[in-house]
């Protein structure tokens, strides 16, 4: 395994090194500010950077870089794996009726796979109930599968919180990786 982080500040742009080493990632997990992730410039070039990624993300209420801890920035890890499959999918609070649990059984489902050992998990923040969306998730997925992630922040204003699955962000959106 592979990985390459970079972090995007509004005041110095790039900082270290710009993103791009790894061509070939299957996964790049994005953290920023919701105003920074709004800005569609971003997500699309994350894209045109690593064009054979799943490329998840969310809002948070402060971005981790190595050791330090950033506001108003952008925050990218790529992963490129040399013998791990990835398969990314989603669904909408909006499908499932606002139903946390229903949405963790929905994508249980949609990411069932007999050589699936880790789901990965973002959901928006604050109209979901992470109790039941892990509920729902586990409840569904074999026994030996791990689910780890967590729900979006919106820095201290708690008013709104965006997750995005390959495309721009979205305010209703749980997203999940397995492997």
Known sequence: ?????????????????????????????????????????????????????????????????????????????????????????????????????KAGERLAQDLESENLVHVFIISEGTHTNGSELVRGLTRHLPKNVAVTGGLAGDGARFEETIVFFNSGPSADTIAAIGF
């Open 1 to 101: 395994m592979n990985i390459e982080q970079c972090t995007w500040r509004k005041d110095k742009g790039w900082v270290s090194q710009p993103p791009g080493k790894l061509k070939k990632a299957q996964w790049v997990l994005t953290f920023g500010s919701r105003e920074i992730l709004q800005e569609p410039d971003h997500i699309l070039n994350i894209r045109k950077t690593y064009p054979q990624a799943l490329i998840i993300g969310c809002s948070t209420a402060g971005e981790i870089s190595g050791t330090r801890v950033f506001d108003d920035s952008l925050v990218i890890t790529a992963v490129e794996f040399e013998h791990t499959t990835v398969k990314g999918v989603q669904v909408s609070l909006n499908d499932v009726n606002m139903d946390s649990y």
